[in-house]
């Protein structure tokens, strides 16, 4: 096989990686959150429009 089809299939094969991996740490807080929401703070509505 030509060593540039191998080239590019590694380098489609990282970006996908990446891809995940950088979604999975997106969504990951985000379920830690909601997991625990009952140990944060009550968020009170009217301070976001004193800011």
């Known amino acids: 096989m ?13 970006l996908v990686a990446a891809s ?4 999975a740490l997106r969504n ?5 959150f909601r997991m625990t929401r009952g140990k944060l703070p009550p968020i ?3 301070e976001e ?3």
């Open 28 to 32: 990951e807080p985000i379920g830690r």
């Open 44 to 46: 009170d509505e009217n």
């Open 2 to 14: 030509n060593l540039h089809v191998l080239a590019g299939i590694a380098v489609l094969l990282i």
């Open 20 to 23: 995940a991996y950088r979604e």
């Open 49 to 51: 429009g004193a800011a």
